[in-house]
């Protein structure tokens, strides 16, 4: 039994960067990546505002990057704000492809219908029979199938990928439109205009349940196109997805140590925005911390202080879902968004990259309360939770 320096459970967006920053630094011959599916990326497009990638985030994620945008539109009713600030999309095919060639050229092994069946900091064995042995073990297999959350909600979604029988009438990322029916808490519709002809078009709502009905959001995404004036030719591709957005720290998140179980990264390490849900900066961030560490402790070490780091936006993170999921009643949850789109261009960045300062965090929290917020329905859900 070989011994490598990273076994990477799971080839989706998280673990497919931390293998492609050690591969970028050189240390790629000593990695296993282990995906179940057939194929590295699977089936997903991720985006992020520009402002969100620090320096070196930006240097392993630009050769990603399928589609970039100068600037991209919210809208709620009566209100419409184009934000003049890059938005940029990593598509799954792109991603598995290059990440892939990346990969093979640096030495490093790609086992895809590989299913792990027994897990430990140093080991991981498949279903196949095969024991695998590393210094590190990186779990990035995403949320549990079946996420449970006590207090919060989740994100559900599903963006169908459409070809257009004429120009769509979308120049630029419509990131939330929430002029739609509010169904099942807060909904809106996001739009990635990749060409005039080319779009994805995603139903999403922000629900205290993970039940998801795609036939009946895939429906209402076309519905949508069409009512826009756009013509769809045919559906090229459908993506679906249930996030966690929980109001407390998932079990499995930071701080990590070196111990008898794997390290967590991704979403199931808890590395992603709190309230967007949005994974793509934070785990290009976690990736570079762990190709620049020597030994498995470093590695740990590296992930503890990301997450000490951050630890005053996520506080703030979590205090904000519960507000949005516990504090106000789902008919009125679009007013929390439309009241923090109002904020200064540079407050709405760094929220987004996970930056906030003091008068940011004031912004957010003081002032005039979206419509229907309740101290008292949030008190009751803090009982509740007890």
């Known amino acids: 039994m070989a011994q490598s320096s990273h076994i990477v ?35 997903h497009t991720w985006s992020c505002h520009e402002t969100d990638l620090d320096e070196g985030a930006r240097a392993l994620v630009i050769p990603l990057i399928a589609h970039r945008w100068p600037c991209h539109i919210v809208r709620f009713p009566g209100r419409e704000r184009r934000l003049d600030a890059g938005y940029v999309t990593v598509t799954s095919a792109r991603f598995a492809r290059l990440v892939r060639e990346r990969l093979a050229r640096a030495g490093a092994t790609v086992l895809t219908g590989a299913h792990a069946v027994e897990i430990g900091a140093r080991k991981v064995r498949l279903a196949d029979g095969r024991t695998l042995a590393a210094d590190v073990v990186l779990d990035a297999r995403g949320p549990e199938p079946a996420p449970r959350v006590d207090r919060g909600g989740f994100q559900k979604f599903v963006g169908v990928e459409v070809a257009l029988e004429d120009d769509g009438p979308w120049d630029a990322p419509v990131v939330m439109d929430a002029n739609v029916e509010q169904v099942d808490g807060f909904r809106f ?88 849900g949005y994974s793509l900066p934070e785990a290009a961030r976690v990736a570079q911390a762990i190709a620049r560490s020597a030994t498995p402790e470093e590695t740990a070490a590296a992930l503890d202080a990301l997450v000490r780091e951050r630890g005053r936006q996520r506080n703030l993170e979590r205090l904000l879902s519960r507000l949005m999921f516990e504090a106000m009643p789902p008919s009125t949850r679009w007013t929390a968004l439309e009241r923090f789109y109002r904020l200064p261009t540079d407050t709405i960045a760094r929220f987004y990259a996970s930056r906030t300062t003091a008068l940011d965090r004031a912004r957010l929290l003081l002032g005039r309360p979206p419509a229907g917020l309740s101290w008292r329905r949030l008190l009751a859900g803090a009982r509740e939770a007890a």
């Open 9 to 43: 459970l799971g080839g989706g967006l998280s673990g497919g960067l931390a293998a492609l920053a050690l591969a970028n630094a050189g240390r790629g011959t000593g990695v296993v990546v282990v995906e179940a599916g057939d194929t590295l990326g699977g089936n």
């Open 189 to 276: 519709v996001y739009v990635l205009p990749f060409s005039r002809r080319h779009v994805l078009v995603e139903d999403t709502v922000y629900s205290e349940h993970a039940e998801l009905d795609a036939d009946a959001l895939e429906r209402r995404a076309i519905a949508y196109a069409e009512q826009h004036g756009a013509r769809v030719a045919r559906v090229l591709r459908r993506e679906v997805g249930v996030l966690p957005l929980p109001a407390e720290r998932p079990p499995a998140a930071g701080p990590p140590r070196v111990g008898p179980r794997p390290l967590a990264i991704g979403y199931r390490g808890g590395f992603f925005h709190g309230v967007t």
